[in-house]
């Protein structure tokens, strides 16, 4: 079992809809969550970190974790086709030692005008 | 803030040789920073960890002597990769921390 999980896709969606994007992971004593996007050929940036049990919202990005379920999730709202990039999500055994995280392989989304 | 820059973006080299690549932190002093490895449609693998003025720390399977870390001042870390072979072929990234949330720009190393 992969310690970090994501449906790899794609996943289509079409302009305006929201994506959905899922992610599970093994150690259940994770204490950070990231979501980056990555587009073709280039570096990740971060887009949304989360904590604490619940929703996290900025903008049209909302990350959801469950600890108990030990996932974590992140929806973006009227998509848009520059969404289009592989979403990686990652997981961190601290709080404070943000870079030395575990990543999963991505799933990659396509925004259909 | 929290700027990290990656030197270079892209390199092609022979079979054999070494190629250096460059990470600095541009607005704050980055007291650790990791080095990741990225296979084409792969996740980011952690490779090691430098910290500045010592030794850097290697993940299991990552051999230390083919790649050579140093981070001699609090903005920059290099990585060697020496004797280069094809299948080092990769897209290398750095973080620092502070600031670990952000990634330098990448390497796209090709050895032919």
């Known amino acids: 079992q992969k310690e970090v999980e994501q449906n790899s896709g794609p996943l289509s969606v079409p302009e305006g809809a929201i994506a959905s994007l899922n992610c599970t992971y093994s150690?259940?004593?994770?204490?950070?969550f990231f979501w980056y996007r990555q587009y073709s050929g280039k570096s990740p940036e971060l887009i949304m970190s989360?904590?604490?049990?619940g929703d996290k919202e900025d903008g049209r990005f909302t990350a959801q974790l469950n600890k108990a379920s030990q996932y974590v999730s992140l929806l973006i709202r009227d998509s848009q086709p520059s969404d289009s990039a592989t979403y990686l999500c990652?997981?961190?055994?601290?709080?404070?030692?943000?870079?030395?995280?575990?990543f999963g392989d991505g799933t990659t989304l396509t925004v259909k005008p | 803030g929290a700027v990290v820059s990656q030197h270079p973006s892209r390199v092609i080299c022979k079979s054999g040789t070494s190629v250096k690549i460059e990470c600095r932190s541009l607005?704050?002093?980055?007291?650790?920073m990791f080095w990741y490895r990225q296979f084409p449609k792969q996740s980011l693998m952690l490779m090691a960890t430098?910290?500045?003025?010592?030794?850097?720390?290697?993940e299991q399977g990552v051999e230390k002597d083919k790649f050579l870390i140093n981070h001699a001042s609090l903005t920059l870390s290099t990585l060697t990769v020496t004797s280069a072979h094809p299948e080092d072929s990769s897209f290398y990234i750095c973080?620092?921390?502070?600031?670990?949330?952000?990634f330098g720009s990448g390497t796209r190393l090709t050895v032919v």
């Open positions: 607005d704050f002093q980055a007291t650790t």
């Open positions: 973080s620092a921390r502070p600031g670990g949330y952000t």
């Open positions: 430098s910290n500045e003025g010592s030794k850097a720390t290697y």
């Open positions: 990652a997981v961190n055994p601290s709080r404070s030692n943000a870079g030395k995280s575990t």
């Open positions: 150690d259940r004593g994770s204490q950070s």
């Open positions: 989360i904590y604490s049990n």
